[in-house]
Every structure is written in structure tokens, then in C-alpha cells.
């Protein structure tokens, strides 16, 4: 199976390649994954300078090199394409190089203002350009991009990390309203939200990018700086057995958040 992924991945990559702009062709990690994950998903990103072809075309090339996609959907808001090839899911996404260089360029000012740009993606973008295995470049472009991203200075981390604190309290204050008003729909977004920006606080303070969502929980653990007692508290607030109440998991998120707000 793994030699079908790879020609698979191969075939897909050489035809992005040869289109005119394309400076990187690159692979998630989810790809390393068994085939038989439900998370499974070949997901390649295609930095290039302009804009891609357009949909057909790219249909049409994907076609051409691996067969017919299945269920071909493009986003043009997201300059992203799915579709299946011989039963694989992939994704394939368009980044225009010119702008992943001013956000590299401007996460290195000696200052915090650039922050918004992440505040509420996340560092998961950059976590792939430094991460993702490389199928095919045509210059140094990336592992100067690289280099950039290994030296993020303190500014970049401390503003982020201050950034998350205040999603992370906000979505704290709502998930007390829902508990308190037994409103299971706001309380599940505001649970989302607290979770999601607890665990991005940590993964700043410890000067780490986020990776996807998928594996969040499980890099958390690995962190070399958490709070005291936080696993235990974490694993309690993601139970989803109905051996706690809406209230008791608020106080537990509570607790997360002072020792969140107050690791050193």
C-alpha cells in the first residue's frame, strides 16, 4: 500500500511541478499515517509565485499524470483542491511564495504588532513550511524560509503567547455563562475555543509551532514546560463519558487557565 501512496504522490507532485511559478512542492505529516487512519489524507502544499491554473487545468494535469480524480471540489476562497485518486483522499493547496515571505519578514520586527495575522489561524501555517517533507524545489527558497522560521525571536513568541491568553479567557468567560445556563450548543463552541487557546498558549511558551489540530493533544503532553497537575486536568476536561457535569469541567477549565497565565 505504501508503494501505491508513494507512485500516487509522485505522479501528483511532477505535475504540479511542471507548472509555470511553482517554487516547492511539499507533504503533511498525515500522509505518514496508516491508510486505514480515518485521518488519513495525502496533503500537499504548492508554494509558487502568481496564481495557479485554474481548476480545470489543474483537473486536467492531475488527470494526466495519476487519472481521473474522483469527486474533484476546488475552493477559490481557499485556493485549495480535493479529490480522490484510486480510492486516496488529497489535498492539494496553492501558497503564493510573495507572502509567505512578508509574514516571514515581519514575524522577525523586534516587535509584537504582527500578531494578528496568527491570532486566530494559529502557527499551524508556519509548522508545515518548517515541518512538511519536500518533494520538489527548484531553489534554496525553502530551507532559507526554514532557517527564518528556527529563529523567531521573543517578540514573536511572547506577543503570540499574549495574543492566545486573552481568545483563551475570553472563550473561559463564555464557557461559564453556558455551563450556567445549561446551553449545550454554546457551551460545546466555548469548550472548542478554551481548548484550543489553552493549548496554543503552552505550545508559545515552550517556543513550539502548532501542528494540525489532529495531533495537538497528543504533542501537548510532550511539552517541556507545563504547568503542575495539567495532564491530569486536560484529560478530565476532554472526557466525554458524562462522568462530569458542565459546571465541574468550567471549574476544572478554570484551573488550566491560572496555571496557563501563570508558567513561567
Not at 504540479?16 to 505529516?29: M, Q
Not at 532557517?147 to 523567531?152: A, D, P, R, W, Y
Not at 472548542?192 to 493549548?199: E, L, N, P, Q, V
Not at 507545563?226 to 476532554?238: A, C, H, I, S, Y
Request: aromatic content about 10%.
Amino acid at each position: 500500500m505504501r508503494g501505491k501512496v508513494d507512485r500516487i504522490v509522485k505522479s501528483i507532485a511532477g505535475a504540479i511541478s511542471s507548472w509555470p511559478g511553482v517554487e516547492c512542492v511539499t507533504l503533511g505529516e498525515h500522509s505518514e499515517s496508516d491508510v486505514l487512519d480515518p485521518h488519513f489524507a495525502l496533503v500537499i502544499d504548492a508554494y509558487l509565485h502568481g496564481e495557479p491554473p485554474a481548476p480545470e487545468d489543474r483537473q486536467a494535469s492531475f488527470a494526466g499524470a495519476a487519472g481521473q480524480p474522483g469527486a474533484f471540489e476546488n475552493s477559490a476562497l481557499k485556493s485549495r483542491d480535493r479529490f480522490f485518486i484510486e480510492g486516496l483522499p488529497l489535498r492539494v493547496e496553492y501558497k503564493a511564495v510573495e507572502h509567505i515571505d512578508e509574514v516571514i519578514n515581519r514575524s522577525r520586527e523586534p516587535d509584537s504588532t504582527f500578531v494578528w495575522v496568527f491570532k486566530n489561524s494559529g502557527t499551524h501555517m508556519l509548522y508545515r513550511l518548517q515541518n512538511s517533507k519536500v518533494l520538489m524545489q527548484k531553489s534554496d527558497w525553502i530551507k532559507g524560509v526554514r532557517h527564518e522560521i528556527s529563529k523567531l525571536p521573543d517578540p514573536f513568541w511572547r506577543g503570540l503567547r499574549e495574543a492566545f491568553v486573552m481568545k483563551m479567557e475570553h472563550y473561559l468567560s463564555d464557557l461559564g455563562a453556558a455551563a450556567l445556563g445549561d446551553d449545550g450548543y454554546f457551551y460545546g463552541v466555548s469548550m472548542a475555543g478554551f481548548t484550543r487557546y489553552a493549548a496554543a498558549t503552552l505550545f508559545m511558551a515552550n517556543h513550539k509551532l502548532e501542528p494540525s489540530h489532529r495531533y495537538i493533544s497528543a504533542r501537548l503532553k510532550e511539552l517541556k514546560r507545563l504547568p503542575d497537575n495539567f495532564v491530569g486536568r486536560w484529560e478530565t476536561l476532554l472526557r466525554g463519558d458524562g462522568g462530569i457535569s458542565a459546571s465541574q469541567k468550567y471549574e476544572v477549565a478554570e484551573l488550566i487557565a491560572r496555571s496557563v497565565i501563570s508558567l513561567e
